[in-house]
Structure formats: C-alpha cells, structure tokens
C-alpha cells in the first residue's frame, strides 16, 4: 500500500510555478503582488452533509474547488493558489487520482496552483477542505455592506437546479432524465463565476455568492449593508427543469435550496448597461430580480413579492447547518 507521501507526491505535487517555495516543506512561499491585497476563504466539504459518499470522485475533486473559487469571485477577486487537507476512510489509490484529475483540471482552467495542505486516515467521515487565495486590487473588493437604497438586485446564471437535483437524487422528485443528469449535474459541478466577478469590479456595491439559497444568502447583504431587500418572484432566473415543476417546488428550490454558486449582487439603477456589459464579458446571463429598500423594524430583511406587487403568503429562509 501506498505511504501518505508517496499519495501526496503522486497525485498532488507539481511543480511551483508562481510560489516560491510550494507543496513539500512546512510551508509554501507565496508573493503578493504590489498594490494587492490577499483575498483568503475556506471551505469544508462531508460526505453525507454536503455531498453523497458515492459521488463520482472526479466531480467531487471539481466541486471541492469550485466552493472556493465562487468565494473568491464574490470578492472580484483573481484566485491565485489553494490548499488542500483530505481525511480519508481508506487510501483508495484510483478514487483519489480520478478525484485529483477532477481538482486540477478546473485548478488549470482558473490559473490556481496547490501550494500544500495535509492528508490523513479517518476512521469515520471523509472530509475534504480547502483553503483559497487570492488578490484583488487595494481597496477594490465587493464587500456584502456596499449596497444602497435604489440599487438594483441581480443574480447570474439559474436558481435552484442544484436543489431539484438534490431532490432527484433523494428521490423526492421524478424528473425526465435529461432533465435529471442537468440538475445533478449543476449540484454536483458548479460553475465559479470568476470571470463575472472579475467584470464586476467597480460596478457591483455589494455581492456575495448563493450557496445557502438566495433568500438566506440575500438576507445576508441586507443586514451587512443595514437595508431590506424586496424580491419579484416573478421573475427569477429559471432553467426549463425548474419551469417543468410545480411552482411551489420551484419557488423553494430557487429561494431556499443551496449549492447554486450563482453571484447575487446590487448595483446603482443608473449601471444597469455596464451589469450588461459585463454580463456579456463573462459569457453568464444576468436577471434583475428586485430593489434595494430602507430597512424597517417591523417588515423582514428580504421580502418576496410578486410581478403585481402583492406580497407572497409564503415566505422563504436559506439553509443554515445548526438550523432548527
């Protein structure tokens, strides 16, 4: 059987190419560039919690980036490196090369080098965990306490397809199979919006990523940035599997379900060409879906109303993991 290092060396060492000093030593030796600031995120991935224990593993390698990756497109960030720590049940030499080729083949197409992290045997759970870098210019990342009365709400991509295809995998729900390998393919190989958050910058006033739903992750902004946030159901982005399903299972998925890592963001109602405009830079569709408002004491952070004004009798939450 393979020695930790001999895995380590085989299948997540490569050569430094930006870092100083990178996986092999105590620590890595990063430079940052001048006029940058460091851009850090981290993210854990269980098996049973964020992901089933029998998913293919090179789209779990994928995933396991991509988390990250749409934290540091959040910022407007430039990912630039990644450390990774696996906990594993057993030393299972071909799930971690397919999981490896899956990590390094979206690592690759963002530019992201391994610079270290740590492996180690687990009697229970697998547990996988990245921590992200990366640099934004001084001064320019989009926080999620920059948004203002009359901005604009928007999100890219669709909502809720990693949801109906978490449902679908639970067999809550029976979907056409093109419809079926869609969805659980948005949930289990999500797509970062690195480029959009890139374009972003200077546009966005507030943004973050939907990974607990975007009425919870919403929520979020509008305490940040001390306003309320009202949403026109109407017209979110959704895919023709989420049009194909009851309304209300529909509604939940988009507003509730987690795993999108779509970006939600504000912008001043005056940039609306410039959101566009770098809409069409990053290649993703762009939705307005709702408006900026005063925050009040008596109303809730983010409201849901309908293409006519009327108030939704339904309201909606994002995911939290010590949730009731």
């Not at 870092?19 to 991935?45: K, N, Q, W």
């Not at 995998?169 to 999500?190: F, G, I, N, W």
């Not at 017209?235 to 999108?260: F, K, M, N």
């Not at 009040?296 to 939450?317: I, M, N, R």
Request: charged share 20%.
């Amino acid at each position: 059987m393979a020695s930790e290092f001999d895995l380590i060396a085989r299948h997540f060492t490569r050569p430094a190419r930006r870092a100083r000093l990178g996986v092999g030593d105590d620590c890595a030796l990063l430079e940052v560039t001048p006029g940058h600031e460091l851009a850090i995120s981290t993210d854990m991935l269980v098996a049973d919690t964020h992901f089933f224990p029998d998913t293919d593993p090179r789209r779990l390698g994928h995933k396991t980036l991509a988390v990250n990756l749409s934290d540091i497109a959040a910022m407007g960030a430039r990912p630039t490196s990644a450390v990774l720590s696996l906990a594993l049940p057993a030393a299972d030499e071909a799930w971690i090369a397919a999981f490896a080729a899956g990590f390094f083949a979206l690592a690759d197409e963002h530019g992201v080098e391994l610079v270290g992290g740590d492996t180690t045997r687990t009697s229970r759970t697998l547990t996988l965990n990245v921590t992200i870098l990366g640099e934004v210019l001084a001064g320019q990342a989009v926080r999620r306490s920059g948004a203002r009365v009359g901005d604009d709400i928007w999100v890219s991509g669709t909502l809720g397809d990693a949801a109906l295809g978490l449902a679908a995998l639970k067999k809550e729900v029976t979907l056409p199979a093109a419809e079926h390998d869609y969805c659980v393919s948005r949930l289990e190989m999500p797509t970062p919006r690195v480029a959009l958050g890139l374009a972003l910058r200077g546009v966005a006033r507030s943004m973050l990523d939907v990974s607990d739903g975007l009425a919870g992750d919403l929520a979020h902004i509008a305490h940040a940035s001390h306003v309320a946030a009202q949403v026109d159901a109407d017209v979110l982005p959704l895919s023709p599997a989420l049009r194909g399903v009851a309304r209300e299972l529909a509604l939940r998925c988009a507003l509730t379900g987690g795993d999108d890592y779509e970006l939600c963001f504000t912008a001043a109602a005056d940039a609306r060409a410039q959101v566009e405009a770098a809409g069409r830079a990053a290649g993703v569709a762009v939705t307005r879906i709702g408006a900026i408002l005063p925050a009040a004491a008596d109303a809730p952070a983010v409201g849901f109303v309908d293409s006519a004004g009327h108030a939704l009798v339904q309201q909606y939450g994002g995911y939290d993991h010590f949730g009731a």
